[in-house]
């Protein structure tokens, strides 16, 4: 369950506050996947960061509010690959989104 970073409004569930994009990637023999949902009440986004820790514990963090057009950049970026789920895909967009730090 992720709630809105802003009016605390549960998203995710149904409706206009599907999830709207997600990527996953291999920092370091750990997978981290970030979703973006967007409120459709505020306008802006919030960002669940699930990072699956190789050794050690699962934890969840979300960051957020994140403004509109900086999560519509994110979002475009990450539709850009046909494997969003996949932590080992290498494509512009996945290291544009990640950085140097894939795996
Ligand atoms: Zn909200
Ligand atoms: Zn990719």
Known sequence: MVQCAQCGRELGQQGEDQRVASISGGIMGDEYIESYFLCSRCGV???E?????????DSVSVR?????????????????????????????????????WLD
């Open 45 to 47: 986004y919030t960002v």
């Open 49 to 57: 960061i699930y990072h699956d820790r190789f050794l050690g514990e």
């Open 64 to 100: 957020g509010p994140v403004p509109r057009a900086e999560g519509d950049a994110k979002v475009k970026l990450i539709k850009q690959c046909s494997r969003p789920w996949d932590k080992r895909c290498r494509c512009e967009a996945h290291r544009s989104y990640f950085g140097g």
